[in-house]
Protein backbone atom coordinates (compact mmCIF):
# COMPACT_ATOMS: atom_id res chain seq x y z
CA UNK A 1 0.00 0.00 0.00
CA UNK A 2 1.37 3.49 -0.63
CA UNK A 3 -0.08 6.79 -0.01
CA UNK A 4 0.07 9.75 -2.21
CA UNK A 5 2.05 12.01 0.20
CA UNK A 6 2.43 15.09 -1.80
CA UNK A 7 3.90 16.89 1.30
CA UNK A 8 6.26 14.69 3.07
CA UNK A 9 5.39 16.17 6.59
CA UNK A 10 1.47 16.00 6.18
CA UNK A 11 2.01 12.45 7.36
CA UNK A 12 2.86 13.64 11.20
CA UNK A 13 -0.67 13.41 12.64
CA UNK A 14 -1.75 9.76 11.49
CA UNK A 15 -2.87 7.77 14.19
CA UNK A 16 -4.94 4.82 15.54
CA UNK A 17 -6.93 2.60 17.06
CA UNK A 18 -4.68 -0.06 17.47
CA UNK A 19 -4.24 -2.76 20.04
CA UNK A 20 -5.26 -1.80 23.69
CA UNK A 21 -5.76 -3.63 27.23
CA UNK A 22 -9.58 -2.18 27.97
CA UNK A 23 -9.55 -1.26 31.66
CA UNK A 24 -12.78 -1.86 33.60
CA UNK A 25 -12.56 0.23 35.94
CA UNK A 26 -14.08 3.26 34.33
CA UNK A 27 -17.03 3.27 32.17
CA UNK A 28 -17.02 4.32 28.33
CA UNK A 29 -19.53 7.55 29.58
CA UNK A 30 -16.85 8.02 32.21
CA UNK A 31 -13.82 7.87 29.74
CA UNK A 32 -15.45 10.55 27.06
CA UNK A 33 -16.73 12.91 29.63
CA UNK A 34 -13.39 13.43 31.20
CA UNK A 35 -12.09 13.88 27.71
CA UNK A 36 -15.22 15.88 26.78
CA UNK A 37 -14.73 17.86 30.22
CA UNK A 38 -11.56 18.82 30.09
CA UNK A 39 -12.17 20.86 26.51
CA UNK A 40 -13.17 24.56 27.26
CA UNK A 41 -16.56 25.57 27.92
CA UNK A 42 -16.56 27.93 24.99
CA UNK A 43 -14.44 28.68 21.75
CA UNK A 44 -11.51 31.62 22.02
CA UNK A 45 -12.70 33.30 18.56
CA UNK A 46 -9.11 35.20 18.75
CA UNK A 47 -6.43 32.94 18.83
CA UNK A 48 -2.45 33.61 18.62
CA UNK A 49 -1.46 34.06 14.78
CA UNK A 50 0.77 30.34 14.91
CA UNK A 51 -1.11 27.60 14.44
CA UNK A 52 1.09 25.70 17.11
CA UNK A 53 2.91 27.77 20.18
CA UNK A 54 6.41 26.85 20.72
CA UNK A 55 7.27 26.24 24.66
CA UNK A 56 9.09 28.86 26.21
CA UNK A 57 12.75 28.34 26.27
CA UNK A 58 15.43 30.06 28.46
CA UNK A 59 18.51 31.98 27.51
CA UNK A 60 20.49 28.80 27.52
CA UNK A 61 18.35 27.59 24.25
CA UNK A 62 20.87 28.26 21.72
CA UNK A 63 23.34 25.41 23.10
CA UNK A 64 20.30 22.88 21.67
CA UNK A 65 22.12 23.00 18.37
CA UNK A 66 25.41 21.76 19.31
CA UNK A 67 24.87 19.31 22.43
CA UNK A 68 21.91 17.01 22.22
CA UNK A 69 21.90 16.18 25.89
CA UNK A 70 22.09 19.67 27.00
CA UNK A 71 19.05 20.14 24.46
CA UNK A 72 17.12 17.43 26.35
CA UNK A 73 17.98 18.92 29.62
CA UNK A 74 16.84 22.24 28.41
CA UNK A 75 14.02 21.41 27.06
CA UNK A 76 12.30 18.66 29.55
CA UNK A 77 13.07 21.51 32.10
CA UNK A 78 11.02 23.85 29.74
CA UNK A 79 7.98 21.54 29.13
CA UNK A 80 8.04 21.10 33.12
CA UNK A 81 7.94 24.38 33.82
CA UNK A 82 4.73 24.93 30.86
CA UNK A 83 2.99 22.04 31.47
CA UNK A 84 3.05 23.10 35.40
CA UNK A 85 2.10 25.98 34.84
CA UNK A 86 -1.00 25.65 32.34
CA UNK A 87 -2.09 22.90 34.17
CA UNK A 88 -2.09 24.70 37.66
CA UNK A 89 -5.29 25.17 38.49
CA UNK A 90 -6.36 21.63 38.12
CA UNK A 91 -6.01 20.15 41.82
CA UNK A 92 -6.57 16.43 39.47
CA UNK A 93 -3.83 15.20 37.59
CA UNK A 94 -4.96 14.36 34.04
CA UNK A 95 -4.53 10.77 32.34
CA UNK A 96 -2.81 11.73 28.99
CA UNK A 97 -5.48 11.35 26.14
CA UNK A 98 -5.74 11.25 22.10
CA UNK A 99 -8.87 11.72 20.52
CA UNK A 100 -9.00 10.91 16.82
CA UNK A 101 -11.60 11.33 13.71
CA UNK A 102 -11.09 9.61 10.06
CA UNK A 103 -12.68 11.21 7.46
CA UNK A 104 -12.73 9.93 3.65
CA UNK A 105 -13.81 12.33 0.69
CA UNK A 106 -17.10 11.39 -0.93
CA UNK A 107 -18.08 11.93 -4.56
CA UNK A 108 -18.81 15.66 -3.49
CA UNK A 109 -15.94 16.56 -2.19
CA UNK A 110 -17.41 16.34 1.57
CA UNK A 111 -15.28 15.29 4.62
CA UNK A 112 -17.61 12.45 6.02
CA UNK A 113 -16.94 10.02 8.97
CA UNK A 114 -15.71 6.65 8.58
CA UNK A 115 -14.74 3.22 10.46
CA UNK A 116 -10.66 3.83 11.25
CA UNK A 117 -10.53 0.24 11.36
CA UNK A 118 -11.98 -0.39 7.27
CA UNK A 119 -9.80 -1.81 4.42
CA UNK A 120 -8.94 1.05 1.78
CA UNK A 121 -8.92 0.54 -1.92
CA UNK A 122 -7.15 2.53 -4.33
CA UNK A 123 -8.62 5.77 -4.67
CA UNK A 124 -9.61 6.27 -1.75
CA UNK A 125 -9.16 9.45 0.00
CA UNK A 126 -8.84 10.16 3.57
CA UNK A 127 -7.60 12.94 6.49
CA UNK A 128 -7.16 12.29 9.66
CA UNK A 129 -8.41 14.66 12.71
CA UNK A 130 -6.14 15.05 15.70
CA UNK A 131 -7.27 16.08 19.24
CA UNK A 132 -4.41 15.72 22.17
CA UNK A 133 -6.04 17.02 25.32
CA UNK A 134 -3.30 18.40 27.03
CA UNK A 135 -0.06 20.61 25.88
CA UNK A 136 2.77 18.38 25.40
CA UNK A 137 5.03 16.98 22.56
CA UNK A 138 4.09 14.56 19.49
CA UNK A 139 6.51 12.50 17.62
CA UNK A 140 5.14 10.01 14.66
CA UNK A 141 7.44 6.68 13.49
CA UNK A 142 6.75 5.07 10.29
CA UNK A 143 7.85 1.29 9.97
CA UNK A 144 6.99 -0.46 6.09
CA UNK A 145 6.44 -4.84 7.26
CA UNK A 146 9.92 -5.41 9.11
CA UNK A 147 11.52 -2.33 7.55
CA UNK A 148 13.70 -0.20 9.97
CA UNK A 149 11.32 2.64 11.83
CA UNK A 150 12.14 6.67 10.79
CA UNK A 151 10.89 9.42 12.38
CA UNK A 152 8.70 11.60 10.17
CA UNK A 153 7.66 14.36 12.36
CA UNK A 154 8.94 16.04 13.75
CA UNK A 155 10.52 17.40 10.54
CA UNK A 156 13.32 20.13 10.41
CA UNK A 157 11.05 21.53 7.05
CA UNK A 158 8.53 22.19 9.05
CA UNK A 159 8.73 25.08 12.22
CA UNK A 160 12.06 24.33 12.59
CA UNK A 161 11.73 21.25 13.79
CA UNK A 162 9.31 22.12 16.83
CA UNK A 163 6.36 19.42 18.02
CA UNK A 164 5.14 21.16 20.48
CA UNK A 165 0.98 20.49 20.34
CA UNK A 166 -1.58 22.73 22.39
CA UNK A 167 -4.49 21.08 23.99
CA UNK A 168 -8.01 20.24 22.14
CA UNK A 169 -6.45 22.69 19.39
CA UNK A 170 -7.76 19.69 16.63
CA UNK A 171 -5.56 19.04 13.97
CA UNK A 172 -6.83 17.76 10.15
CA UNK A 173 -3.92 16.09 8.28
CA UNK A 174 -3.26 16.88 5.76
CA UNK A 175 -4.27 20.45 6.35
CA UNK A 176 -7.56 21.78 5.09
CA UNK A 177 -5.65 24.88 4.01
CA UNK A 178 -4.15 23.88 1.44
CA UNK A 179 -5.49 25.22 -1.63
CA UNK A 180 -5.56 22.70 -4.35
CA UNK A 181 -7.89 20.07 -3.27
CA UNK A 182 -5.52 17.08 -4.58
CA UNK A 183 -2.83 18.51 -1.32
CA UNK A 184 -6.12 17.83 1.17
CA UNK A 185 -6.49 14.16 1.22
CA UNK A 186 -3.89 10.87 1.42
CA UNK A 187 -4.73 9.39 -1.60
CA UNK A 188 -4.30 5.08 -1.38
CA UNK A 189 -2.66 3.57 -4.77
CA UNK A 190 -0.27 1.24 -6.07
CA UNK A 191 0.07 -2.51 -4.85
CA UNK A 192 -1.76 -3.78 -1.69
CA UNK A 193 0.29 -3.74 1.63
CA UNK A 194 -0.12 -2.57 5.44
CA UNK A 195 2.29 0.31 6.78
CA UNK A 196 2.61 0.92 10.58
CA UNK A 197 2.26 4.45 11.80
CA UNK A 198 3.03 5.30 15.48
CA UNK A 199 2.00 8.40 17.28
CA UNK A 200 3.66 9.09 20.49
CA UNK A 201 2.36 12.09 22.84
CA UNK A 202 4.35 13.11 25.41
CA UNK A 203 3.93 15.43 28.38
CA UNK A 204 7.85 16.01 28.55
CA UNK A 205 10.49 15.57 24.71
CA UNK A 206 11.33 12.10 24.53
CA UNK A 207 15.11 11.38 25.53
CA UNK A 208 17.93 11.18 22.87
CA UNK A 209 15.66 11.94 19.95
CA UNK A 210 16.71 15.12 18.26
CA UNK A 211 13.86 17.91 18.03
CA UNK A 212 13.81 22.02 17.04
CA UNK A 213 17.38 23.02 16.92
CA UNK A 214 19.13 19.94 17.41
CA UNK A 215 16.71 18.65 14.62
CA UNK A 216 17.50 21.65 12.13
CA UNK A 217 21.12 21.24 12.57
CA UNK A 218 21.74 18.05 12.14
CA UNK A 219 19.61 17.52 8.74
CA UNK A 220 21.61 21.12 8.11
CA UNK A 221 24.89 19.09 8.28
CA UNK A 222 23.89 15.95 6.60
CA UNK A 223 20.47 15.36 4.33
CA UNK A 224 21.24 12.07 4.82
CA UNK A 225 20.45 11.60 8.19
CA UNK A 226 17.11 12.65 7.61
CA UNK A 227 14.95 11.38 8.51
CA UNK A 228 15.90 10.39 11.41
CA UNK A 229 16.27 6.96 12.56
CA UNK A 230 15.68 5.72 15.89
CA UNK A 231 18.22 3.67 17.94
CA UNK A 232 17.60 0.12 19.24
CA UNK A 233 17.33 1.51 22.45
CA UNK A 234 15.01 4.64 21.71
CA UNK A 235 12.68 2.23 19.65
CA UNK A 236 12.51 -0.41 22.27
CA UNK A 237 11.25 2.35 24.90
CA UNK A 238 8.74 3.43 22.30
CA UNK A 239 7.50 -0.31 21.97
CA UNK A 240 7.65 -0.47 25.54
CA UNK A 241 5.24 2.44 26.25
CA UNK A 242 2.63 1.14 23.48
CA UNK A 243 2.47 -1.93 25.98
CA UNK A 244 0.61 0.04 28.36
CA UNK A 245 -2.87 0.06 29.61
CA UNK A 246 -5.29 2.40 28.06
CA UNK A 247 -8.80 2.75 27.73
CA UNK A 248 -10.16 2.75 25.06
CA UNK A 249 -13.75 4.51 23.89
CA UNK A 250 -15.33 4.61 20.15
CA UNK A 251 -18.72 6.14 19.34
CA UNK A 252 -20.59 5.12 15.85
CA UNK A 253 -20.16 8.55 13.79
CA UNK A 254 -19.83 6.62 10.55
CA UNK A 255 -21.61 8.63 7.88
CA UNK A 256 -21.55 11.97 9.38
CA UNK A 257 -19.57 15.05 7.46
CA UNK A 258 -17.30 17.11 9.14
CA UNK A 259 -19.10 20.27 11.14
CA UNK A 260 -18.03 23.45 9.96
CA UNK A 261 -17.09 24.20 13.64
CA UNK A 262 -14.50 21.18 13.11
CA UNK A 263 -12.97 22.70 10.52
CA UNK A 264 -12.83 26.23 11.41
CA UNK A 265 -11.22 25.65 14.58
CA UNK A 266 -8.46 23.01 12.70
CA UNK A 267 -7.66 25.33 10.36
CA UNK A 268 -8.21 28.96 12.95
CA UNK A 269 -6.43 26.95 15.77
CA UNK A 270 -8.78 27.20 17.84
CA UNK A 271 -9.80 24.54 20.87
CA UNK A 272 -12.22 22.77 20.29
CA UNK A 273 -15.47 23.44 22.89
CA UNK A 274 -17.49 20.93 24.81
CA UNK A 275 -20.84 21.79 22.60
CA UNK A 276 -18.48 20.57 19.53
CA UNK A 277 -18.71 16.66 18.06
CA UNK A 278 -17.01 14.27 20.32
CA UNK A 279 -14.27 12.37 18.36
CA UNK A 280 -15.16 8.35 16.61
CA UNK A 281 -12.08 6.95 19.04
CA UNK A 282 -10.47 8.64 22.17
CA UNK A 283 -7.55 6.52 23.58
CA UNK A 284 -6.68 7.63 27.55
CA UNK A 285 -4.03 6.34 29.54
CA UNK A 286 -5.05 4.68 32.39
CA UNK A 287 -2.48 6.14 34.94
CA UNK A 288 -3.03 9.34 35.51
CA UNK A 289 0.93 9.66 36.22
CA UNK A 290 2.07 7.67 32.91
CA UNK A 291 4.31 10.66 31.00
CA UNK A 292 3.54 9.12 27.13
CA UNK A 293 0.86 7.46 25.16
CA UNK A 294 1.69 5.57 21.97
CA UNK A 295 -1.10 4.95 19.49
CA UNK A 296 -0.84 2.63 16.56
CA UNK A 297 -2.04 2.48 13.34
CA UNK A 298 -2.09 -0.37 11.03
CA UNK A 299 -3.47 1.16 7.23
CA UNK A 300 -4.63 -1.74 5.16
CA UNK A 301 -4.69 -1.13 1.53
CA UNK A 302 -6.40 -4.40 -0.18
Known amino acids: MKLRL ?19 QQSDDEVRGM ?3 SRPKT ?13 PRNANSSVVAKNQNDARNTNTKNANTSVANRNSNNAKPQAIALGYTMFMRDVNGRAVRIDPTREFHNGDRIRISLEPNIDGYLYVFHTEGDGQPEMIFPDARLEAGENWVEAHVPMDVPSTVETDERLKWFQFYGNPATEH ?21 RCTANKNDCPWHPTAEVWTRIQQAAKADVKVVT ?17 RGLGLDQSAP ?22 VHK
Open 278 to 299: QPSVIRMSASTSAPVLVTMLDL
Open 6 to 24: VIFATIVLALSCGVYIASA
Open 197 to 217: VFVVLTREPLADVPIAETLTA
Open 35 to 37: FIG
Open 43 to 55: TNPNPPPRRRHQP
Open 251 to 267: SNTSGQAQTEKEETAAT
